[in-house]
């Protein structure tokens, strides 16, 4: 049987964290053996993880560091192809190839806009280094997946790379879970016919724009008093999203709560879904949303959401960070009874067992 390493940083509450252990889980039903490989220490999606997957874990705290553990590991573990998300460790991951004596196959996990994950590096020199790196070590690795045909549109854009090495294969998300009726949560903002609840859910992180969200809420409270915000999320801008919720005294109408298990029995069962990151790669939140029969707003950031949203009834595209459009979005869908969506034919692509069929094939070719 074929080992297939599987990288994450860590067992964080993330899409790309949910993404890989979906994969692994999937691979262990097949003749493939899947092996989930990490560096830094907590998150609570471990629990997720058949318990019958091997875990191996880098001693690792830099970039530096983690270039000698992928050698170690290649020449120990042995795996035959490694699946790398997130553009320089997979670039990490390329240059430990080269100094290992056992070479495996290297795809790597495209799932943000290039251009954008470059510009939000921490200085000139981070973007730089992941640009120049990236260009020159890409077209060396065995195949790149590409969440959307936005991701990959700007990776050809941005590197020079033949169009066949890059392959679109979406995220597989739904499942039978997506398709039972979910139980209102024990919460009175959903038992009340009077609230118009909107719901974000999201690492509550710069990128995902849910500080700005919540300003424009606060506007748009004024012009109905009876909307809510519910935001289930985790991260840095928590402190700062506190703070403003405390400095104009809306706590009684936006709460915080933590990444749950059932957050799909708060999304199906709210009124409207906002997405209003500044760029994305196909946002798996917003795959789930489409789903069921909320509103949904989204900026139309790169990449995804048009992607996705194209035929989609209950839906706007809003300009990125575009307050107004969002506040003005927010009213007209609060003043709309919730309906039944229409049969949406492109949604497929998005089951898991449509996105793995597409993963073992790659699998299967590189491998022979």
Known sequence: MTKVSLIIPSFEVGGTESSFIRKANFLKKTEFIPEMVYWT?????????????????????????????????????????????TFMVANIALIARIFSSHKPKIIIGARSDFDSVCKASKNYFDELKLRKLSQFLYPK?????????????????????????????????????????????????????????????GRLSPEKGIYELTCAFRKALKLNSSLRLLIIGEGDEEKKIRKYLNDYSINDFVEIISFRDDYYSYLSNADIFVLNSYYEGMPSILVEAVSTDIAIISSNCKHGPSELLN????????????????????????????????????????????????????LKELIT
């Open 141 to 201: 690795s065995d195949r790149i997946v590409a969440v959307s045909m936005g991701v990959k549109n700007s990776l050809l854009a941005s590197l020079d790379i033949e169009d066949s090495k890059i392959e679109v294969i979406y995220n597989g998300i739904l499942s039978e879970k997506h398709r039972d009726n979910y139980e209102k949560p024990n919460h009175p903002w959903f038992i009340s016919k009077e609230i118009c609840l909107i719901s974000s859910i």
């Open 311 to 362: 035929g989609v009834d209950h839906c706007r595209l809003i300009e990125v960070n575009n307050e107004n459009q969002l506040i003005d979005a927010i009213n007209d869908f609060s003043k709309i009874k919730k309906t039944k969506r229409k049969k949406i034919e492109h949604l497929q692509e998005f089951n898991i067992e449509e996105s793995m069929s597409k993963y073992l094939k790659l």
């Open 41 to 85: 220490e907590g998150g609570e999606l471990r629990k997720n993880l058949d318990s019958s997957i091997n875990i191996v874990k880098l001693n690792a705290s830099s970039l530096w560091q983690l270039f000698f553990q992928f050698i170690n590991y290649y020449n120990k573990s042995k795996p035959k192809v490694i699946h790398t998300p």
